[in-house]
């Protein structure tokens, strides 16, 4: 019985963990396209960009400039960053591309609410276990502790929670 009680606060987290908000996205609302070069001026810098121009050849990079008459850009060039100036009568279409939020934020939250109990279950159990001198708990839930730092560290090293990207059409040239 008393090793019941000291397993209580490990159970509560672990079954609070599967509690993750449930909440429909909203959709996006698509922007008419313009046919105005002053979108393209309203662009600041680092925007990243995708450049389609006339001859079908697709140009991708980061905003440096923009003036009445060209746009410049930073373009990864396989090792290098090459700064390109592109006449804006070259100019088809420029779509901007940005972060529109996390891959799946639904996802994201369980795992993180799930890391966080852990983490939680795990102290609150080391901390029973060492006011009892119970060797087994103190296992169980260093085990679970540790664990819950080690996953947390690991997916923050590796990107987690991965960024959702959008292509926004900003200019078609008329």
């Known amino acids: 019985m008393r090793n019941m009680r000291a397993?209580?606060?490990?159970?509560?987290?672990?079954?609070?963990s599967g509690c993750?908000?449930?909440?429909?996205?909203?959709?996006?609302v698509a922007e008419p396209v313009s046919t105005e070069w002053s979108t393209v001026l309203a662009l600041g810098p680092q925007t990243s960009v995708v450049i389609a121009l006339d001859d079908r050849d697709v140009r991708k990079g980061r905003v440096c400039d923009v003036s009445d008459a060209t746009l410049c850009i930073w373009e990864y060039d396989g090792s290098?960053?090459?700064?390109?100036?592109?006449?804006?009568?070259e100019i088809a279409r420029v779509t901007?591309?940005?972060?529109?939020g996390p891959m799946n934020p639904?996802?994201?939250?369980?795992?993180?609410?799930?890391?966080?109990?852990?983490?939680?279950?795990?102290?609150?159990?080391l901390i029973v276990a060492t006011v009892q001198r119970n060797k087994t708990l103190s296992g169980a839930s260093a085990a679970m502790f540790f664990g819950s730092i080690i996953t947390?560290?690991?997916m923050e090293k590796r990107g987690y929670p991965?960024?959702?990207?959008?292509?926004?059409?900003?200019?078609?040239?008329p």
Request: glycine residues 8%.
């Open 80 to 89: 290098v960053f090459v700064r390109r100036s592109i006449a804006r009568a």
């Open 7 to 16: 397993v209580i606060p490990i159970a509560i987290a672990v079954g609070l």
């Open 106 to 125: 639904r996802r994201d939250r369980f795992i993180g609410a799930s890391l966080g109990s852990a983490f939680v279950g795990g102290l609150a159990g």
């Open 162 to 173: 991965r960024p959702k990207y959008e292509d926004r059409v900003v200019y078609v040239r």
């Open 152 to 154: 947390a560290a690991e």
């Open 96 to 100: 901007v591309h940005e972060e529109v």
């Open 20 to 28: 993750a908000t449930h909440r429909l996205q909203q959709p996006s």
